[in-house]
């Protein structure tokens, strides 16, 4: 059996994939039937499969160790003919939606597809290959840079990532520092962070200029392939987020600062939940591996199936590390119908979550691996996200056997912080809509927005005197406002539907699971808001969706002592 170490990658010859793509769309085009078409779709998808899984392998190899200069080569190559490849796939949906046989097609293939290759060709023009390709460098810098922190601390050389654990400890002094450190790494890069973030504005409006677009908002939209609603239907949701979860994460806030035995809540104390330290897996990686391994065979066949493929063919790379890059994520190797899950633990309760949301994610791809459009595999990134996040909630019978007598704290915390997160996420959001709105901004007008939007969705933030954040940098440790624009509106949605399948999960918990496992399998074939439907749960956007969930939330948080914690 092959394991990830085997995967082979083959870089590609884009000359020659160009002639073979080429040659198979002119007998697409040239095709009398929607026979002779469809089998000429199977051959583009097979190379698309061929240069995704090339660029995945690259991906996956460079982000483990940023100093690995053959996939760091690699990678600056994929950066250069991303473009050139979108470019082909933008002239089979050309010739796609043009079909004479697209009745027959959308039959056989389904709406979705046409839907989706009508979004590719609005967001995508051969003339603008080169700032494509600019995009894609400026994006991998920012990576570089975030991977290239070594901050000295507690006699240590740590990455972002392993100073996490420090800014929960108990002791407020070392959160304080750990977050000085931390942000210190930003402040003394901050002109980098600054330039780098300007040329990708700059770039992005070129862009949309040269799509002939009035702002890369409609650009971002179309990328991310929104269908169904707007950016009016997306202000009105975080409208309703400041409405009815503003006051509620304040007051959460207020109980925190109680539970902790602080006057006033700082930024520096926010990572601390209990005074008595918070809920953290009572073992190693490899530990948790083992725990989790039981509780994916024990939630149902699908899952133990699913879990133990990951294991075999070591398809997960976790321990945060020197010239790894920060975060998490999960992709897919279409060759090897392999999902793969990189993170970074660091010995808190996010190693549970990554376990759970990454592997959320990972379930969903594998469910959907044989729908046979490629396009299919993943559903767009607000609906993948419900995968991520309900199955978190799904796991939570399990949640003993990682945190023992500390299950209740890291139920408490995991529950609450899903509110927490809303206001920050649709910060996040409408800061983007700002930026791209007034490309004209200068760095510190950017910094100002980003102020102006805690002073509105996180009003109980106080970070104390911190220069770097006290001026409006907090922004910039988020990956996704650099590397994937408007990918964040996305986790916010996604919650609110989570959040439903928590409370379906303690009423109806075999038919919550159903519904789960059906979205899963559904893959990307259907657009959000009729996913959403199959899976049974109240569309974001409706008129008292976000209020059905508060009240049940509100009640199981409140009948928790959490100072006894």
Sequence with gaps: M?????????????????????????????????????QEIRELNRLADDFSTASNLVYIRSSIDTNDAYYEEQRDYFNEIGPEF?????????????????????????????????????SFSAEAIPLLQQENKLASEYAKLIASAQIEFDGKTLTLAQLGP????????TRKAANEARFGFFGE???????????????????????GYKDFVDVGYLRMNRVGYDRDMVKNFREQVKQHIVPLATRLYERQAGRIGVDRLTFHDEGLNFVTGNAVPKGDPDWIIENGKKMYDELS?????????????????????????????????????????????????????????EAGHAFQVYSSRE???????????EAAEIHSMSME????????????????????????????????????????????????????????????????????????????????????????IYEVPFYYIDYCLAQICALQFWKRSREERDSAWKDYLHLCRLGGSLPFTELVKEANLLSPFEDGCIESVIGPITEWLDSVDDRSL
């Design 189 to 211: 890069h901050k002109n980098e962070f600054d330039g780098i973030y300007q040329k990708l504005v700059d770039v992005r409006h070129q862009i949309a200029k040269t799509l």
């Design 393 to 480: 909630f799904f796991a939570w019978p399990w949640m003993e056997q990682f945190f023992e007598e500390d299950t209740e704290k890291y139920k408490f915390s995991h529950l609450s912080s899903a509110l927490l997160f809303l206001p920050y996420g649709v910060a996040v959001d409408e800061f983007q809509h700002i930026i791209y709105e007034n490309p004209e901004l200068t760095a510190d007008d950017r910094k100002a927005a980003w102020k102006k939007l805690e002073s509105e969705y996180l009003p109980h933030r106080d970070y104390e005197g911190l220069e770097y954040l006290e001026e409006g940098g907090f922004w910039q440790r988020q990956a996704h």
């Design 301 to 357: 066949p699908e899952t133990s199936e699913f879990f133990r493929f990951m294991l075999e063919r070591d398809l997960m790379d976790l321990i945060a590390k020197k010239g790894k890059e920060g975060g998490g994520y999960c992709t897919f190797i279409d060759n090897y119908d392999s999902p793969f899950i990189f993170s970074n633990f660091n010995g808190t309760s996010d190693d549970i979550d990554v376990l759970t949301h």
């Design 371 to 381: 729908i046979g459009v490629p396009e299919y595999i993943w559903p767009t990134s």
């Design 166 to 173: 420090y800014a929960q400890s108990t002791d407020r002094e």
């Design 86 to 122: 979108d470019e082909l796939n933008t002239s089979f949906y050309k010739e796609l939606v043009s079909s004479p046989f697209r009745k027959e097609l959308e039959k056989r293939w389904g709406t979705q597809l046409f839907t989706i290759a009508d979004q590719k060709i609005r």
């Design 2 to 38: 092959a394991t990830f170490k085997d995967y082979e990658y083959k870089r590609p010859d884009m000359e020659s994939l160009k002639a073979e793509w080429n040659k198979h769309l002119a007998r697409f085009r040239e095709a009398g039937s929607a026979d002779g078409q469809d």
